[in-house]
């Protein structure tokens, strides 16, 4: 669908191309109004104005849609912006890898391998509950999709299963290392820790969160979604349910992180730091391959994390 990205611009470049808009605002300039937009796609953002007919369009222009824009490329401040001449929603097949980032990795060859992990769950009853999960194909197809975060971690399309099949091998790993975890628990765990973050991102043009992201939480879309499963499985062990929907309910281990309770069993605490380390690692990883370039040793300030990273010096 796209012929030229926002990382590609150069000044006097002819567009005529979509982006999704993300900001909008009706501005005054010497008594004259005037538009001003925020556009962007998988490469970037860039601010687009519109001098004529700025209050004609301004009601087309809904946050969130993908639109064509016809305008060219200038500057302002020592900045790319575009001079919109006009613009209207999109038609037709959206291509949402063109607007959003999207895993590096194979999505289809992660999912086999999330599959072969949840396969060799042994437990009958947890057994049932994984088949259940998968071959609800809708639910997979959403959950193939789904970012793992907004910001911070596994901020792209493909990213909850990316984060999801790494906090399952390394409780894998973990089930190997202490004895006393169950292991055909932590892996169910592991699987369906994550899995409200199905429905808390709205992912139209861009990450942002869902009405059911903002009132309720993935942690609850996800107790709530495996509690409605394991009652349709016949006997299920009340005692089994119980510290699975532990596990949904304590992985961010901190009350003050949205954690309803904190971890209280061995593979509660468990996958809590699996979940923290792969999300921390994950993290540290998109600000290392973003902004290390040569003669460059520490990225700049991160507030999320109240530091600053180091890179190192490049190797010759």
Same mark, same amino acid.
């Given at each position: 669908m796209k012929s030229i990205f926002v990382r590609d611009f150069k000044v006097g470049n002819r567009i005529a191309d979509f982006f999704v808009l993300r900001k909008?605002?009706?501005?005054?300039?010497?008594?004259?109004?005037?538009?001003k937009l925020e556009l962007g796609?998988?490469?970037?953002?860039?601010?687009?104005?519109?001098?004529?007919?700025?209050?004609?369009?301004?009601? =087309?222009?809904?946050?969130?849609?993908?639109?064509?824009?016809?305008?060219? $490329?200038?500057?302002?401040k020592d900045s790319m912006q575009i001079k919109l001449e006009s613009f209207k929603k999109?038609?037709?097949?959206?291509?949402?890898?063109?607007?959003?980032?999207?895993?590096?990795?194979? $999505?289809?060859?992660?999912?086999?391998?999330?599959?072969?992990?949840?396969?060799?769950?042994?437990? =009958?009853?947890?057994?049932?509950l994984l088949e259940n999960l998968f071959d609800d194909s809708a639910l997979m197809e959403k959950f193939k999709q789904a970012p793992g975060g907004k910001l911070w971690h596994h901020s792209y399309l493909g990213g909850l299963l990316e984060h999801t099949l790494r906090v399952a091998q390394i409780?894998?790993?973990?089930?190997?290392?202490?004895?006393?975890?169950?292991?055909?628990?932590?892996?169910?765990?592991?699987?369906?820790?994550?899995?409200?973050?199905?429905?808390?991102?709205?992912?139209?043009?861009?990450?942002?969160?869902s009405d059911e992201g903002r009132l309720v939480g993935h942690i609850v879309s996800g107790y709530e979604m495996i509690a409605r499963r394991i009652e349709k499985i016949k006997d299920f062990p009340e005692k089994?349910?119980?510290?699975? =929907?532990?596990?949904?309910?304590?992985?961010?281990?901190?009350?003050?992180?949205?954690?309803?309770v904190v971890p209280q069993t061995l593979e509660?605490?468990?996958?809590?730091?699996?979940?923290?380390?792969?999300?921390?690692?994950?993290?540290?990883?998109?600000?290392?391959?973003?902004?290390?370039?040569?003669?460059k040793e520490w990225s700049d300030f991160v507030p999320l994390i109240q530091r600053f990273i180091y890179f190192g010096?490049?190797?010759?």
């Open positions: 909008k605002e009706l501005k005054e300039y010497d008594g004259q109004k005037f538009l796609d998988k490469s970037g953002r860039v601010d687009a104005v519109m001098w004529d007919d700025a209050e004609k369009f301004y009601p =087309r222009a809904e946050v969130g849609n993908i639109i064509q824009v016809k305008g060219s $490329v200038t500057t302002y999109a038609e037709g097949k959206i291509e949402l890898s063109d607007f959003l980032p999207t895993s590096e990795k194979d $999505v289809e060859e992660l999912f086999s391998k999330l599959k072969e992990i949840a396969f060799s769950v042994e437990n =009958r009853y947890l057994k049932a409780c894998q790993k973990a089930s190997d290392l202490y004895e006393l975890v169950d292991r055909d628990l932590i892996i169910t765990g592991a699987l369906v820790h994550d899995i409200g973050k199905i429905s808390q991102y709205s992912t139209t043009g861009f990450i942002d969160y089994l349910s119980l510290k699975l =929907r532990h596990l949904i309910l304590s992985h961010q281990g901190q009350l003050e992180m949205a954690s309803p509660a605490i468990i996958l809590h730091h699996a979940d923290e380390m792969d999300a921390k690692a994950g993290a540290f990883t998109h600000i290392i391959k973003r902004d290390k370039y040569k003669n010096e490049d190797e010759k």
